[in-house]
C-alpha cells in the first residue's frame, strides 16, 4: 500500500553534494524508521543511513559518517538524504524503503519492505 519514490539522481564529481528525496504516497512514513541504501555495480546492498519516524533518532554506515545527512519532513512525507563529499566509491543506485514494524533503526535490508525503484547517483571527474 506505500509506495516511495526515490529522486534526485544525478552525475557529479568528487567533492561535489548532492540530495536524494525518498516521497511516500498511499500511506504516511511517519509510523515508520525509513532508510537509504545503495547498491554499486558488482556489490551487495548496503545500508546508508536509517531515520526513527519521529526524526529524533538516526544511524550511518561508517563509510558515510560526516559527510550524508538524514532528515525528514512527515508533513511532506518526504524523507531526504543529503550527500556531501562525494566520492567515486559512494557511485550506486540509491533506494529507500520502510522498516515492517516499530522498531530503532537498524540499516539491515531484512528490516525493510516497500522497497523504491532506486535512483543512480555516479560521481566521477
Known amino acids: 500500500q506505500l509506495q516511495l519514490v526515490e529522486s534526485g539522481r544525478g552525475l557529479v564529481q568528487p567533492g561535489g553534494s548532492l540530495r536524494l528525496s525518498c516521497a511516500a504516497s498511499?500511506?504516511?512514513?511517519?509510523?515508520?524508521?525509513i532508510g537509504w541504501f545503495r547498491q554499486a555495480p558488482g556489490k551487495e546492498r548496503e545500508g546508508v543511513s536509517c531515520?526513527?519516524?519521529?526524526?529524533?533518532?538516526?544511524n550511518y554506515a561508517e563509510a558515510v559518517k560526516g559527510r550524508f545527512t538524514i532528515s525528514r519532513d512527515n508533513a511532506k512525507n518526504t524523507v531526504y538524504l543529503q550527500m556531501n563529499s562525494l566520492k567515486p566509491e559512494d557511485t550506486a543506485v540509491y533506494y529507500c524503503?520502510?522498516?515492517?514494524?516499530?522498531?530503532?533503526?537498524?540499516?539491515?535490508?531484512?528490516?525493510?519492505?516497500?522497497w523504491g525503484q532506486g535512483t543512480q547517483v555516479t560521481v566521477s571527474s
Open positions: 498511499g500511506s504516511t512514513l511517519d509510523d515508520y524508521a
Open positions: 524503503a520502510r522498516t515492517i514494524a516499530t522498531m530503532g533503526c537498524p540499516l539491515g535490508g531484512w528490516a525493510f519492505r516497500s
Open positions: 531515520i526513527s519516524s519521529s526524526g529524533g533518532s538516526t
